[in-house]
């Protein structure tokens, strides 16, 4: 498990959209020198408590492993096909 704050807006955004349309499940892309590694980690929100200006503390758990296919947006924040 990983806990995590999570303050910045876009950062905020993309925790809205795993909860409302994606039952809290995403990916992580892990970024290297040459680009983004095209095997990802699949990850699940354990928890989370909303603090009023301090942000999103959450706490994620790896659940499975998975090969990005495709991107599909860059702003605010990156999504991608696995």
Do not use: W
């Not at 806990?3 to 807006?9: A, F, K, S, T, V």
């Not at 349309?21 to 892309?29: F, I, K, S």
């Not at 989370?48 to 999103?56: A, K, Q, S, T, V």
């Amino acid at each position: 498990t990983k806990q995590l704050r999570l303050y910045e807006d876009r950062f905020m955004q993309l925790f809205e959209d795993v909860m409302d349309n994606h039952e809290g499940v995403m990916a992580m892309g892990l970024l290297s020198q040459s680009g983004i590694i095209q095997t990802v980690p699949i990850v699940e929100v354990e928890a989370y408590n909303r603090m009023e200006n301090l942000g999103i503390f959450c706490t994620i758990r790896v659940v499975a492993r998975a090969q990005l296919v495709e991107l599909t947006q860059q702003e605010p924040y990156i999504k991608a096909v696995c």
